[in-house]
Nanobody, 124 residues
Framework: QVQLVESGGGLVQAGGSLRLSCAASGRTFSSYAMAWFRQAPGKEREFSATISGSGITTYYADSVKGRFTISRDNAKNTMYLQMNNLKPEDTAVYYC?????????????????WGQGTQVTVSS
């Protein structure tokens, strides 16, 4: 069982930056591919970014490519999402997710564990 705890959300003006963190329990963090998803009010949960267990492979949604950077520190059991040039349409609850294989994927159904989410609000 893996427990995931997100932090770092908040209120920021358009053009600003935030860094989200996802702390994971357990001793085999590097065995899990990780991802960030987000859900805006009235919308379905959508993929944002994913990273393989080693951290070598990453994928991004077109909506965040070039602005967001996903990374991980396996020694600290932590994943990050650096969000730059934020836009009002980035406003959402951001969730981290983990799957029990090292290969990254964009499919939410492939993830086995989810955090509770952290709110990101971008004002115009």
């Amino acid at each position: 069982q893996v427990q995931l705890v997100e932090s770092g959300g908040g209120l920021v003006q358009a053009g600003g930056s935030l860094r989200l963190s996802c702390a994971a329990s357990g001793r085999t963090f590097s065995s899990y591919a990780m991802a960030w998803f987000r859900q805006a009010p009235g919308k379905e949960r959508e993929f944002s970014a994913t990273i393989s267990g080693s951290g070598i492979t990453t994928y991004y949604a077109d909506s965040v490519k070039g602005r967001f950077t996903i990374s991980r520190d396996n020694a600290k059991n932590t994943m990050y999402l650096q969000m730059n040039n934020l836009k009002p349409e980035d406003t959402a609850v951001y969730y981290c997710a983990a799957r029990r294989v090292v290969a990254a994927t964009t499919r939410p159904g492939a993830y086995d564990y989810w955090g509770q989410g952290t709110q990101v609000t971008v004002s115009s």
